[in-house]
């Protein structure tokens, strides 16, 4: 939706089509847009969610629910943090919980195998991704964050431990989003 506004400005007279699913009623927006350029805005609205949402609430520590969501195939789970430095605490903790079987953890090592890790950072995400744990944010330099995207797309991350740069519209299958 941000993207059309800021297209009325930059392309005038050009039509826009307002889509989210993460925004809820868009028609506001549509309606100062449609205002401010005087071009016709298009809104695509459909309440149809084709997974629908679930939630839980538990006292489990977070490996237990860990190894539990991904045992119901409820991964890859993106477990949120709030800042750089707990991302990879949280993803360094997890290294004991059973999230990936051997097999899983040889077919990540194929996948990383020609990767080159040069940073200290980067040695420590090669670590972690090992066990099927991604670490994702802002701080991270872009390719070890498309790294993790593509590993994640892939299949073969179960958790990625990240900051808001997920939910601010990377294409990532993520099935579960765990808040501690």
Do not use: W
Not at 15 to 38: C, Q, W, Y
Not at 41 to 60: A, G, I, K, N, Q
Not at 122 to 136: D, M, N, S, T
């Amino acid at each position: 939706a941000l993207v059309g506004l800021l297209l009325g400005y930059l392309v005038p007279r050009t039509r826009f089509l307002l889509m989210s699913a993460t925004l809820g009623n868009t028609a506001p927006i549509a309606e100062r847009v449609e205002a401010r350029s005087g071009v016709p805005v298009l809104e695509v609205h459909s309440d149809l969610r084709p997974v629908p949402l679930e939630y839980e609430y538990r006292e489990t520590p977070i490996h237990e629910t860990l190894e539990d969501l991904v045992g119901r195939a409820r991964a890859p789970v993106y477990v949120v943090n709030f800042t750089h430095r707990e991302c990879a605490e949280q993803a360094q903790a997890l290294t004991s919980a059973r999230i990936c079987t051997r097999a899983e953890r040889e077919r990540i090592a194929r996948a990383i195998a020609g990767f080159r890790f040069s940073s200290p950072y980067g040695r420590e995400l090669k670590r972690v991704l090992g066990f099927g744990i991604g670490v994702h944010h802002a701080g991270m330099l872009p390719r070890y964050r498309r790294l993790v995207e593509q590993l994640t797309r892939a299949g073969l991350l179960k958790v990625v431990c990240g900051t808001d740069t997920l939910g601010v519209g990377i294409n990532v299958p993520i099935r579960s989003v765990l808040i501690t």
